[in-house]
């Protein structure tokens, strides 16, 4: 199996049957095959819920001709999430859970880093993710790296470190 600069894994048709037999759950929408007509006309007639493959080259010029961003923004708007999650207002939400004038601040602050940097989709899928574990009973980390030095992230309930009581720079954390 190789890997491109997008991180998308590409094999042989002989290989991903492999990885299916050995693990008849894995995420074969995130495979790319040399030839994926035969899976795809199988999938339509018996499993039509099932994504289809697509075929691409090692060459990724022809489809992803952009910027390794681009090709980011494109696969984050594949993201499972129900739309509301999607239309939510995260930055709203956010500052609705603020209690004192130093968290408005603090939230305000981070909101901002996080959107010049196009973050809002992925705070609005962690919300989801995060509400997604609660109501099934997961248990996730307390926390660790440089993500602690998000108050929003601590808010949102990624990790339980109030990094404004222990006072971390959020500059830690979105370099």
């Known amino acids: 199996m190789k890997y491109d600069q997008f991180g998308q894994a590409h094999c042989s048709t002989a290989e991903l049957c492999d990885l299916l037999y050995q693990n008849p759950q894995l995420?074969?929408?995130?495979?790319?095959?040399?030839?994926?007509?035969?899976?795809?006309e199988s999938?339509?007639?018996l499993y039509a819920d099932l994504p289809e493959l697509r075929r691409y080259s090692l060459g990724l010029s022809v489809l992803y001709d952009e910027s390794i961003e681009t090709f980011d923004r494109d696969q984050q708007q594949r993201w499972f999430m129900p739309d509301?999650?999607?239309s939510l207002d995260i930055a709203q939400w956010l500052l609705a859970q603020c209690q004192t004038?130093?968290?408005?601040?603090r939230v305000?602050?981070?909101?901002?880093?996080?959107?010049?940097?196009?973050?809002?989709?992925?705070?609005?899928?962690?919300?989801?993710?995060?509400?997604?574990?609660?109501?099934?009973?997961?248990l996730w980390g307390v926390g660790r790296g440089s993500s602690v030095a998000s108050y929003i992230l601590y808010?949102?309930?990624v990790h339980r470190i109030d990094s404004m009581y222990y006072d971390l720079d959020i500059s830690e954390f979105l370099k």
């Open 155 to 157: 808010i949102i309930g």
């Open 27 to 40: 995420d074969i929408g995130r495979f790319q095959v040399d030839d994926p007509d035969q899976y795809n």
């Open 84 to 86: 509301s999650y999607r």
């Open 108 to 138: 305000g602050q981070e909101l901002l880093l996080y959107q010049e940097r196009d973050m809002f989709d992925l705070l609005r899928y962690l919300k989801y993710f995060v509400d997604t574990m609660r109501s099934h009973g997961v």
């Open 101 to 105: 004038q130093d968290q408005l601040q």
């Open 43 to 45: 999938r339509r007639l």
